[in-house]
């Protein structure tokens, strides 16, 4: 990764969509700002290449050229998640089939990124821009494509290129394809690999589930593809990076199901993503957390925000203090790049009310001027706020394939507001959050060892190894806290037909083999409060364990809800109901308490984030997300970095304003894990 | 009909869908709990046709004679409603084509059952399996095909096979049927019988409701072409029936719109049905009661739930000791067999959490044991309950052209929540169950001469030959109780231009042309209550009746909402609006009084069902639907057969503990009419 | 125009829909309740031709004839918004094609407005049916088509024809139409007009609006060119109208997207519509009232109601009294005629439960007998009552353009809930309506001149001609009175780059470039009250104006809600936010103050509309929408018209029963708009 003292800070910028020429005067803004990088290029082929083989990088070079005047450096993004209208006119096969037919053309993201010709055409322009591009010096790095997706495609190709791939996994042996896959259920049977029935028409959860791996494995293999040939062109100290994405519920949520993230960084040197989020009386900096916490553990190291939003959708204009808040949130979970989207708003077709920093009449307004003032603040603290790096006790699994057996079989398939895998995946880390308990997020092939507590929420589907390993995990010392709807099935989502959790149940010491929806009545009690369970509930049936908490419900009163035991050198937890977030809070609490790791006297709104800085001083960020002042206590003596770098001393009060924070640099070497 | 002394108890069973060979395991689990049939076969053409001509009936001869020696009788499904998937790819005109497009092959019951390619192979895979099974002594019986559709066909041939209906129906006449559909609304008048247009198109609602009354009729075809094939090989005392399944809400709800099972079960020598249902706090029998009343109507004797749930989709666990009160609920409405689906949880595809009596780890579990308890328990009183003869005092009248016209033409066509047509009927139906008003269900074409009242709910649709039988049963002594939306149409759904109800004013006394759909403000005075009127009112103009019930609203309050008068011999009421559940309720058993049938001293949560077991004496059936204990009086000398065959007298007290029951054989012969 | 002493009263008349043959009993009933005309022939061309080139107008002629023996004139609908089905089979491009593909015959306005297989035959049986009318004495008009629809064609000719089209007005240059339109975005610019992509797939916001626009002035084409056909062959005195209709929730809500009714009403001499609207506790009268401003600015004169309901949907069943109310509704707006849709129920297809005067029972019911008395008590004071001239002293600017804006960039795109253009208009409407300022609606080429106030809702689009127009007006004395979301976009919605409101920010003192949704919590303090903001706001920073009410919410209470200021001889008010009905209403009634409007001493419930009638002399009707009776103080000496025309003065207080009205000829002759 390339690491500098400096925080990277700027914006896209698309002169292509100006109503008008002001190059200078956007640098001007920019550099006054303190802004010094600008990414640009990606989506916008059709002005590279109006014609086909008619290239025109005129506007390009201006631009990186300009920009070098105006000491901006560059970021390149490759235009390939949105080709020109002529190229899909003349090769109508870039268009990708999705269960509806073929794409009509218009919207982005819509190629089938296994067609020939759309891989033909992309190296070209690729290979061009980067013989263009790689005469300037002020160009820091390239992005890879944008937010890639495989088009959803379901093209016949695309189907026979699965095929092959299934064939080549079960080594060509149908029936034991049919097994693993239960294809006997209504008559589905595959009687030979050269005659499989269109899958767009399968009902069968695994089928649908492995057609979902494989596209995104075609993610991976794109950006692999991508990088090999944008690296021919790059310098040393020049990076490779992409902008990954979230889940989306109309801001960005949880991981990103279409895309295997980690598998797909191993092309790139540095993660990029883009984080989108509420805000107004919303803003509580989960989202910028979580987001943060998925971008380190692409890499294992720090990441660029490539992405977030300056004004944002119509709903989420920053409260005035907003805009530093969220900045200096990015910053405490170890983001090295805050790029804003966009410069500018945009004066036509579709995201136009996605707001940039200066709004349609592109005047330097409350936004711009919010961000400037932040980045003169900053900059008084700056080398020792960047490069923070982050030390976290606890971590939490995700897993794609678990998503995408919890999107087959709902927790409560007759409810589509059944929560889904990101819905439970959130409540996990958003408890944690909310209690100060900092968490990595971490895959099943990731190495857990060094964390005090491994939360694994609706981990529905693991193969036997990674069972093995969780056990092993909890022989050796860990603390697994365990959700509902974990090791239900394999990596094909065949459902284990051993007791639930598969693999575990002298681990917890219980079982299960029942579960249902509760009504609104069904409580557990907890902590001497009764707490509610909603929609999912699962009855297990304690053998060898603490009993955490039973249901009241005098139909489940002899199962437990949540359990706990002693195994091996460590403990593991199983929590069997879904709870209301303070509950669940409260048992994350009582569980990271149990796994050695110092409980937080404060909880959301105040939210402290820490690390150690190039100094080896642990910062402490205090954030108050809320519309009223807190106080907060210091407990050793630190300097309060952006408030005149004043020192403080244990049992200090500091008043935090609304939407405000501090920042102490703890005076003297320290490590955060002891404390 | 096939009768024996004793139930007909087991579970469907899938060996093709088990992840491990364990038929000894699971029949032997099966004998212990006094399981004594299986129904298998169905759904797995694949299995037993893996490619075209290639037979492989192994799996199905050793279940056949591995349950044989366990003792297990045998029920074999025709695999129809399933075809594999390589005869969908050599013809495709098996895939129904409807207003979407052709269908794409993988989920169930998508098949054109006029397609000849769809009619020869199924009618070789059905001879195949028959000449496999024609040896086995333990096969008692065939269900043919499952839940049969017609693949809401639309192709070509479809709609030629209806034109050619239509053109004799009406003698080749297209002005004939020009006029009796309206075709000259919005100029869609057809000139010839060669150029129909696409139906798909269709705004006309007699066209539509004309389709699919053709669609149901293919299904009465389709079944008699199957009965008639395996016939051929049925040796006297072995059974067909067929499983017909009802209108669906995410569970069972009313009747089934897209067959005329009536008249498909002509065929059959004894229906079969399956029922799911709410259970929990939501389990109140009402389901079981009218799926049963529908059942029995079918072959006007008992019938077999071939399948109802063990523990079902998620959020239908039941509570403990819902399993039994459900398993005497369906022997109190007359079913003679007791079949669960499945025996055991599915590990693949789609219904996987539509859980059987196992759970996935295939153990015997909670379900298991209540089931196998359940049995013991009944076995001790078999004779004495197998067999159950229901009278009824009190009919319902069902009708699916009627469904069809509320369908097109809903109460409130601005309203996609109208009521429909099964909500109306399950309202009437619902309302009487509550007040221990036992009833059966009627078509058209019965006699109702037997019953004391005949309710009507909502018969929108009915020719002059039914009118003219509603008018005989009056005046003969009936007491018709007749619903709002009634006799507007004819059995094209052409409105009459007669005054409403068509042809009955003189016997209601009374006549109304407007109607409406009322605020929340429309209350009714009724036993000096006020109720409110819901979703749809009728301005009813007495004329020579009494009024039970007149609008409160001053807009309104010059018409009446409920009429009753005496004509003939009989009696007939007429209820003009939709009201809330306990004010039907109240009109109900007004109305059940006025027809001689005694009042039940009991309501819901307490449900009575009764009949005469074959030793000829009453059975009274005690049900508590709650989770709080009851009490109930005991009205004459009985003996209480589960528990432990103690006599009770009449004045005895016996609580009723939450979702329990008593059982009464009512000391000498009677005649539950009577009482 | 034709004008005429005599209300023009009657229904539409299909007895091609007439289950049998009773024209003699129509034509008697209506005579006697005092209709004079009926409205026949649209809808049904397939009568007419029921095979290609086979004419049979005999039940026209007949029709025409009875009716000419019963006093009734006729209007004569051309019936081509219903093709008949052998036209489409034999061409089938006559069906439009959408962007689900093809349409299926059935439903009507499906046709291709452009297609010249729809045109020719179109012609020709506009010819046909105008040889046969021409003879025909009685008929006083004809009716173009119904509710003309483009089809909403997006077939390749269609595009051709857009293309095309775009090619003209950007004289050729394809770059200053991809500037234009902001193609550069997501690389949709186009390399040549020959290679325009399939627009059904576009994201841009700009080209869906323009090809909107495109296929309003399809319709505008079309009727022009029917009416040119029609005018052949009418006599002086014979008008030609067309039925437009508006923008449709279950109910007319707002202008017509679909249609720029101003400039298709060119090529006709007199404005009809069809006017439908909720009923019973939810009359209001402001539909009536929308409506008939609507109608009256297409052709600035009087209008026809060419439909409105008589029994209606199912809901809208009128409570008694509420016809002749409604009836008294349109006059008091300027309608000319008043025809019901329709004479009788239809007893087929579709709009069967959309009842017309007479039930299906075809006979003299309690609507009837309304609709006649209604007419004997208005038939004594016809003369007095009938060609009301309407002067308004307040206007409310709608547009299309504007429409169509807020469609594809709405306030809050992230919610499907966020207020459409209809909604926002009908609010500032209503309010208004509502403290009785009555309006006229005008368009932005209309003269504006003669107002007190214009109020502009959210003029999203407009082009510098009208900037400058708005300016204007508030220099010469006009009180310009607008809303937020105004003066945003070019009239190729591209978002405009200077300050907003675009052009006008120093006629209003303020500008703006920061808005968002807020929660529930967002107040402003108005006339002490505080009101809540719903759904958007606008952050107006205030330069040099007076504010009316700032944002209570401390993160934007340094921005102004709303602004006024006087600017040249007129004056400028700014409403920066949506806010609840109360609280705009209270607003106008400021704004109508301030701009020399003298305040009403009623609200709704009472509304009081004006006119001068063809004595000179000033009309008020005074209705009282509502349940309970209100008191009215007459403020001059008057004569009560169709109380007996008893003379009423200064300081009466009449009492006014509910859902009843008084009408008021004020003695002497006035202006209405000094008082």
Redesign the interface.
């Known amino acids: 990764m390339v690491t500098t003292d400096k925080l990277l800070f700027g914006a896209a910028y ?1 002169p ?2 100006m ?2 020429e002001r190059m200078d005067t956007d640098f001007s803004l920019m550099r006054d700002a303190g802004m010094n990088v600008i990414r640009i290029g990606e ?5 590279w290449e ?2 086909d083989g008619a290239f025109d990088f005129s506007l390009l070079v201006r631009t990186i050229e300009k920009a070098s005047d105006y000491g901006l450096q560059v970021i390149i993004g490759t ?1 390939t998640y ?5 190229l ?2 003349k090769c109508p096969d870039i268009l990708a089939v999705t269960k509806d037919g073929r ?6 993201q819509l190629s089938d990124i296994t067609s020939p010709d759309y891989l033909r055409y992309s190296e070209r322009i690729i290979r061009k821009m980067m013989e263009v591009c790689r005469e300037h010096d002020n160009i820091i790095g390239y992005q890879l494509d944008n937010e890639t997706r495989s088009g959803d495609g379901m093209s016949e190709t695309n189907q026979a290129r699965f095929v092959a791939r299934m064939k080549g996994k079960y080594n060509g042996d149908i029936s034991s394809f049919n097994h693993e ?12 690999w050269d ?4 899958l ?7 089928l649908r589930a492995a057609y979902k791996a494989y596209l995104r494995d075609l993610v991976t293999e794109f950006l692999a593809w991508q990088a090999k040939i944008v690296r021919e062109y790059t310098r040393p100290g020049q990076f490779i990076t992409h902008n990954f994405d979230f889940s989306w519920k ?1 801001y960005s949520f949880g991981i990103q199901p279409l895309v295997n993230q980690k598998d797909a960084a191993a092309a790139l040197d540095v993660a990029g993503c883009d984080i989108y989020h509420l805000s ?2 919303d803003s509580d900096g989960a989202m910028i957390a979580f987001g943060g916490s998925v971008a380190r553990s692409l890499k294992k190291e720090n990441y660029y925000v490539l992405e977030t939003q300056a ?1 944002g ?5 920053p ?2 203090g907003q805009l530093r808040l969220d900045a200096y949130s990015h910053l405490s979970s170890g983001a090295d790049m805050l790029e804003y989207w966009g410069w500018h ?9 996605w ?1 940039g920093i200066l ?5 330097p ?3 711009y001027k919010e961000l400037s003032d932040w980045h003169h603040e900053f900059a008084g603290a700056e080398s020792h706020l960047t490069g923070l790096k982050k030390i976290c006790n606890a971590a939490i699994l995700a897993d794609n394939r678990s998503l995408t057996g919890i999107d087959e ?1 709902p ?5 589509t507001a059944s929560p889904d895998y990101n819905t439970i995946l959130r409540s996990f880390h958003d408890a944690s959050y909310r209690r100060n308990i900092e968490t990595d997020i971490v895959y099943s092939d990731d190495d857990w060892a060094g964390y005090g507590m491994l939360i694994v929420p609706a981990l529905y589907s693991a193969d036997k190894t990674v069972i093995k390993r969780l056990r092993d995990y909890v022989q050796n010392g860990g603390h697994l806290v365990m959700s509902f709807r974990s090791l ?1 099935s394999d990596s094909e ?8 959790p598969c693999g575990l149940t002298d681990v917890f010491g219980m ?1 299960y ?5 509760p ?1 609104d ?1 069904c409580f557990i009690t907890l902590s001497g409060e009764k707490e509610r369970c909603i929609s ?1 509930i699962e ?1 297990l049936r304690p053998d060898d364990c603490d009993v955490i908490a039973s249901y009241d419900e ?2 489940w009163n002899r199962y437990a809800c949540i359990t706990t035991k002693c195994f091996g050198k460590g403990r593991a937890t199983y929590i069997g109901a879904n709870l209301e977030p303070e509950a669940l809070e409260n048992v994350l609490e009582q569980c990271a308490a149990a796994s050695g790791i110092r409980p937080s006297h404060y909880r959301f709104p105040i939210i402290t984030k820490t690390g150690v800085n190039r100094l080896g001083r642990i910062i402490t960020y205090v954030f108050n997300y809320s ?1 009223e002042s807190r106080e907060y206590t210091v407990s050793c003596e630190c300097s309060s970095l952006i408030n005149g770098n004043v020192t403080v001393r244990q049992g200090d009060i500091i008043k935090i304003e609304p939407w405000n924070l501090v920042i102490l640099e703890q005076n003297g070497l320290n490590n955060p894990k002891d404390g």
């Open positions: 698309y292509e969509y109503p008008y989506s916008t082929w059709s002005t109006p014609e235009p949105a080709p020109p209208s002529w899909c006119d794409c009509l053309y218009g919207h982005r896959f239960g294809l006997a259920y209504w008559s589905n049977s595959i009687s030979s005659c499989f029935p269109d767009r028409g399968t009902v069968n959860g695994s109309e107004q009386n004004q959708r119509t709903g989420w204009t409260f005035p708003s945009i004066h036509n077709s579709f995201e136009s009310y707001k709004s349609h009449d592109l005047l307004n409350d936004t079989f927790l409560d398939d007759s409810d239900m989502l065949k459902i284990f037909s051993e007791p639930l079982t083999d029942r579960f249902t929806v009504d009545s999912y009855l005098p139909a519309s």
